[in-house]
């Protein structure tokens, strides 16, 4: 089962640019996420999508916007990157949120803003 | 608030002994709990989840109680292997007006064959 798959793995972008970060899982679940991790802290989270059509706000989510494409697809992007947002990225998906069950994780992808 | 350091506690334990790693969560109206396990360069993985109207859950190696009174949370492995090197922390799901999960900063298991 591949689970939660995330690309790229890595970017390197310079300040200014714009991309998008990928995020597909096979696992049916309705609720996906976008998270960053830096040194030392917990994860936060960016955005969520707790059904397909829906997204909403998280913690930290100034700078990003995202799109719920279809149930299995939710993506990041970064409309003009600072950096500020040089961190790593996971996109984690659940069954549903608000019952008690894990987030499946993928990978991340290593961002790097120059 | 959130932990701010760029250094996670360590834990360094001999292969073939106990470890535990230990977790404060931050709110009473938390009801769910879990634990990851974060290798590098990989993203976490569940390793067991714990309800509130629990204080101990047992797995395959790790157990996990809960403490409500002084809410704290502990991770143990048994027998730790160098494939348990990773980083751990927990999460506590908190009931509020929305579903809302809050992730520790971890702990590294360093495990010294």
């Known amino acids: 089962n591949a689970g939660v798959t995330q690309t790229p793995k890595f970017q390197v972008l310079k300040t200014g640019q714009s991309m998008t970060l990928q995020c597909a899982q096979d696992?049916?679940?309705?609720?996906m996420y976008w998270y960053r991790q830096d040194p030392g802290m917990g994860l936060r989270l960016i955005y969520y999508s707790a059904s397909e059509g829906t997204t909403d706000k998280g913690e930290v989510p100034n700078g990003y916007n995202v799109s719920r494409l279809n149930k299995r697809e939710f993506s990041l992007r970064l409309e003009s990157a600072a950096p500020s947002q040089t961190s790593v990225y996971f996109c984690a998906s659940e069954g549903d949120r608000g019952r008690d069950q894990p987030q499946h994780f993928g990978d991340g992808t290593r961002l790097s803003i120059l | 608030g959130e932990s701010v350091g760029l250094h996670l506690p360590t834990l360094s334990v001999q292969e073939g002994d106990n470890s535990i790693i230990n977790c404060a969560y931050s709110n009473s109206a938390s009801d769910y709990f879990i634990w990851y396990k974060q290798e590098s360069g990989k993203g976490p993985q569940f390793i067991i989840d714990i309800r509130s109207n629990m204080d101990k859950r047992q797995g395959q190696r790790v157990t996990v109680l809960l403490n409500k009174t002084v809410k704290h949370l502990s991770l143990q492995i048994a027998a730790t292997q160098p494939g348990d090197s990773a980083v751990y922390f927990c999460?506590?799901?908190?009931?509020?007006?929305?579903?809302?999960?809050?992730f520790g900063p971890g702990t590294s298991l360093s495990v010294i064959p």
């Open positions: 999460a506590e799901n908190m009931k509020t007006s929305y579903d809302k999960v809050i």
């Open positions: 696992m049916n679940h309705n609720s």
